[in-house]
């Protein structure tokens, strides 16, 4: 059976980030992706010029809706905006029984904010605490910890740690910002820490990642994989599109990854 996925996310119209790579993630994963929007973004590769936020009361119809009438298998949570939208959303899943994978967006990838400074404790208190594995990045992680930075694998760890004790049942630390040639991940659980390796690729094509890998995540936990093992078959889904990207042409800044990398091997062997 395919799953259903339910991305709740704000709208990227390059393509790269947003539900747009949600959408891409998920099916390329196997999965069937549905889409809640929680704003719309004027963006390419190179920035972000605009943001309208989505209504919080259209926020919640359209989670109403897809819950009235379709099984729901995981849910992926990215771009939420303020404080608002945080509190409609957490409102509106606090029933469900699907697991939640909250990617904590706070900043684009050219360093544009999107989320507001004052709704970071909105989504501490009210979003971690339901989410069964959250994945911020390094940045996010200390902004929601009020901590600067970490710069080690032993001060991931700490951090990833202490963001448990907000009410996560497990966090993915993304390590792409630390220093070296190696771009190492941490799931670290109630009773384990695991550490997901891979070479750091050598591209500028990094824009929409951290969506990209939650929405696989999202999928590979529907699909029954246990976390550790989901968790890694995502890392190397994400790893794979990113090596792929160069086939593609997009933009003159932060390019996108290749979603369907895979596809267009199936494509090219039968042509």
Not at 114 to 133: C, F, N, Q, S, T
């Amino acid at each position: 059976m395919i799953p259903n996925i339910l991305s709740i996310a704000g709208s990227d119209p390059s393509g790269g980030a947003g539900i747009q790579a949600d959408i891409k993630a998920i099916s390329a994963n196997g999965g069937y992706a549905m889409a809640v929007i929680t704003g719309l973004t004027a963006q390419n590769t190179r920035g972000v010029t605009r943001v309208d936020l989505t209504a919080p009361e259209m926020v919640v119809a359209q989670i109403e809706a897809i819950r009235a009438d379709i099984r729901i298998d995981a849910i992926k949570i990215g771009m939420l905006g303020d404080a608002n939208i945080i509190g409609a959303v957490a409102d509106s899943l606090r029933d469900v029984t699907a697991p939640i994978i909250l990617d904590p967006v706070m900043v684009a990838k050219g360093g544009d904010r999107l989320l507001a400074e004052d709704a970071v404790e909105a989504l501490r208190d009210r979003l971690l605490p339901i989410a069964h594995v959250i994945t911020p990045n390094l940045p996010e992680a200390a902004d929601l910890l009020g901590q600067r930075e970490a710069t080690t694998l032993t001060e991931m760890a700490e951090q990833a740690r202490a963001l448990m004790r907000n009410g996560p049942n497990a966090v993915l630390m993304k390590g792409g910002h630390l220093d070296g040639q190696n771009s190492p991940d941490m799931l670290v659980t109630q009773d384990r820490t695991y550490q997901l390796d891979a070479d750091r690729i050598d591209t500028k094509n990094t824009h929409g990642t951290g969506c990209t890998l939650s929405s696989a995540l999202a999928t590979q936990i529907a699909l029954g994989n246990a976390l550790p093992d989901a968790c890694k078959r995502a890392k190397d889904y994400v790893h794979a599109a990113i090596a792929a990207s160069g086939a593609l042409d997009v933009g003159g800044g932060h390019g996108p990854t290749h979603h369907f990398h895979v596809l267009t091997g199936l494509v090219t062997e039968k042509s």
